[in-house]
């Protein structure tokens, strides 16, 4: 069953991985990157300080507490325990690989920080804006973690787990960020009562 289901994955990188061009090469590391994604993460703080206005800081600190916690687990709980080679560190497929020079750094890769990340991002918006943006945030974290195995860095499991983690730890933390809005009203509505 194992040996099935990594077949199963080691076909569908190299699917997505022999699509390539050189504009799609030079297209998929930037997407890969952060510095494209600037506009996106500005258009996201906009919304949020439009929504929240002075108490824009309570969601903004759950944000990082959610990118803190994603990367940490996938890497120090999940890469360095599972210690899966990346599909750029496989012996047995580097040489059937198109890969990017300087592209494939760490030695681990299962599961996908990148995925994990994007994930636990988009859907904390997503449960915060409630449906708005929602086509926009799938398809950035969709279109990073389609970049990565394109790339030869991670499998496809690697991103699908790493999506997993970051949606789960998404829905977890976004219940503490609702019990602290209600505790926020109940401080406004105790000033309100003494002013």
Partial sequence: MIESLEHIDHRLLLLINGFHSPLADTLMTAISGTIIWIPLYLLFAALLIKKERS??????????????????????????????????????????????EGACKGKYGFVSSHAANTFVLATFLLLLFRKRWTILLLFWALLVSYSRVYLGVHYPSDVAVGALLGMLLAFIVFRFYRQSEDFFHIIQFKKNLKG
């Avoid at 687990?73 to 580097?94: F, G």
């Fill in 55 to 100: 108490r824009v800081w309570v969601p903004l600190l759950f944000v990082v507490l959610l990118i803190t916690l994603s990367d940490q687990i996938s890497v120090h709980l999940l890469k360095d325990t599972v210690q899966r080679y990346r599909p750029c560190h496989n012996l047995e497929l580097r040489d059937t690989l198109h890969l990017l």
